[in-house]
C-alpha cells in the first residue's frame, strides 16, 4: 500500500499555512478524518499497523480522542483486541466513559499522526494511571517524532519530513498568510 498517494487521492494531504495540535505551524497538514472515511482503506490502514504492532503482544488499543479513534479501532480489529480511547477534560487526557484496563494489560497507543508526541505521551500517562502497562505506540504518519520522545517502541506506516516552526519562527506568519487551525484541540471540537 502507498500511504502517501492514498493521502493524496483522497484530498488528505492539505497544503496552506496551519496550526497543529502540537501549536506548531506548518505549510502543509495531514486531514486523516479525509482518508479514514472510506471503511475499506481505513480497514487497510488498521491491518498494516497491527501488522507492525502486533509482535508487542498487545491485549488493548488505546487511541486519543478525536484524531485516533477511527484507526485504533481499526488497529483493535485487525488483533482482536478492545478499543478504547482517552478524552481531553480539564487540559488532561482521561479515560472516561466506563473503559478500564486489567491491572498490567498490556496497551499500544494509536494515534494518527505523530509530530512532537504530545498527545501520544498524554495518552501513554493516563494508561498507566488507570493501571495498564503502554508497551508500544503507533501511527498512520510520523512528521518528525523525536528519537526516543515516547520511551517506547512506536512503529508509523510513513513517515513524512514535513516543516513545523513555532509562531514566532514562522515564515508564513512573517509573510501574513491566513492561519488555519483545523485540529480538534484549536477548533473548539
Known amino acids: ?12 494531504l ?11 505551524h506548518s505549510d502543509r497538514y495531514l486531514q486523516c478524518a479525509l482518508l479514514l472515511q472510506w471503511p475499506r482503506r481505513a480497514e487497510e490502514i488498521g491491518k498494516a ?23 485504533g479501532h481499526e488497529v483493535a480489529r485487525a488483533l482482536g483486541v478492545r478499543a478504547v480511547f482517552t478524552e481531553r477534560r480539564d487540559g488532561q ?11 498490567s494489560e498490556p496497551a499500544v497507543v494509536v494515534e494518527d499522526v505523530f509530530t512532537t508526541g504530545k498527545s501520544t505521551k498524554e495518552t501513554i500517562l493516563s494508561v498507566s494511571r488507570a ?4 508497551i ?6 510520523d512528521r518528525g517524532l523525536p528519537p526516543g520522545a515516547l520511551g517506547m517502541p512506536h512503529e508509523s506506516l510513513l513517515r513524512l519530513e514535513v516543516p513545523a516552526w513555532p509562531a514566532e519562527q514562522c515564515p508564513l506568519c512573517a509573510e501574513g498568510y491566513p492561519l488555519d487551525s483545523p485540529g480538534s484541540r484549536h477548533s473548539g471540537a
Open 14 to 24: 492539505l497544503s496552506g499555512h496551519f496550526q497543529l495540535s502540537s501549536g506548531l
Open 93 to 103: 487526557m482521561q479515560l472516561r466513559r466506563g473503559f478500564h484496563f486489567a491491572a
Open 49 to 71: 499497523l497491527a501488522s507492525r504492532l502486533a509482535v508487542h503482544g498487545p491485549g488493548v488499543v488505546v487511541s486519543p480522542a478525536l484524531g485516533g479513534v477511527i484507526i
Open 136 to 141: 508500544a505506540a503507533g501511527s498512520l504518519v
Open 131 to 134: 493501571g495498564a502497562r503502554p
Open 1 to 12: 500500500m502507498d500511504l502517501l498517494k492514498e493521502f493524496q487521492e483522497t484530498g488528505a
